[in-house]
């Protein structure tokens, strides 16, 4: 029959690897209680930055498009002042030649 001690040495071997399981288990359910919420930082952090690099593209593509609309009223605008002067320089000739031809009219008939 095995002495006693060396069944109450088994007991205690036992009872501290019993101890020893336990400890590596909390700290197993510790590690992975924080890689969770790690992970849910990490992605948290990932949406925001997300986010936020959407808005700044907006922005910059909302000014870009303002930009655009700037110069196109721009050259809208210089394109219909060229023609005004278009227009005013063409008012002097027409009315010359009506003029002229009202007068070759006027001595046909005279």
């Known amino acids: 029959m095995p002495d006693q001690k060396v069944l109450r040495q ?4 036992e009872a501290e690897a019993d101890e020893i399981i336990e400890e590596a288990r909390e700290e197993a359910d510790k590690i992975r209680t924080e890689a969770r919420e790690e992970a849910e930082q990490i992605r948290t952090e990932a ?32 394109s219909r002042e060229n023609f005004q002067e278009q227009v005013d320089e063409n008012v002097d000739d027409v009315i010359e030649f009506v003029l ?9 008939q005279t």
Do not use: P, W, Y
């Open 10 to 13: 088994i007991k205690e071997s």
């Open 47 to 78: 949406r925001e930055d997300a986010q936020s690099e959407a808005e700044t593209r907006i922005e910059e593509a909302r000014e870009e498009i303002e930009d655009r609309r700037q110069e196109i009223i721009e050259e809208g605008e210089q």
């Open 100 to 108: 002229d031809e009202f007068r070759e009219e006027i001595h046909a």
